[in-house]
């Protein structure tokens, strides 16, 4: 039995919006994956040479509200075998209420640290599964 796709268009649109924003700010391209990719977008220099890979999560808390933030850790495995494969960085974008933050990908499986969580809301139990905690002093503000 397959699962549901909860991404939807909308969301999609966000995070294009999101990459519009990075590009602006950090002086970039940002080259937007296929969905199902290991990433969200490819982030170039302004010689259109790649910089780091990019995952996309939007939040709706402010910075700071909970001890950590979310992300599943199969997905930060995934962006770790991708750095592996490209020997590129990644990092992961917190799109928040407050603003936009970034943290570094962890580059080993034994650099997540790992609880059970996930969403609730959905009612649906594969929903809740083991997550990698990214604390909130390793985030840094886009500028």
Excluded at 41 to 59: F, G, Q, T, V, Y
Aim: hydrophobic share 40%; charged share 35%; proline share 3%.
């Amino acid at each position: 039995m397959t699962r549901p796709v909860y991404e939807r268009q909308h969301d999609r649109e966000r995070e294009a919006a999101v990459a519009r924003q990075i590009a602006h700010k950090w002086e970039a391209k940002c080259l937007m994956m296929p969905k199902f990719s290991a990433a969200d977008m490819l982030i170039l220099d302004h010689n259109d040479k790649p910089k780091c890979w990019a995952e996309i999560k939007s939040r709706n808390i402010n910075f700071g509200q909970f001890e950590h933030m979310h992300i599943a850790s199969d997905k930060v495995e995934r962006l770790q075998d991708l750095m592996r494969l490209t020997k590129l960085k990644a990092i992961i974008i917190a799109n928040l209420k407050d603003g936009m933050f970034w943290h570094h990908c962890p580059e080993t499986k034994d650099e997540i640290v790992r609880e059970m969580g996930g969403r609730t809301d959905r009612n649906d139990p594969a929903d809740i599964h083991e997550m990698a905690c990214l604390y909130w002093h390793n985030f840094k503000r886009f500028k």
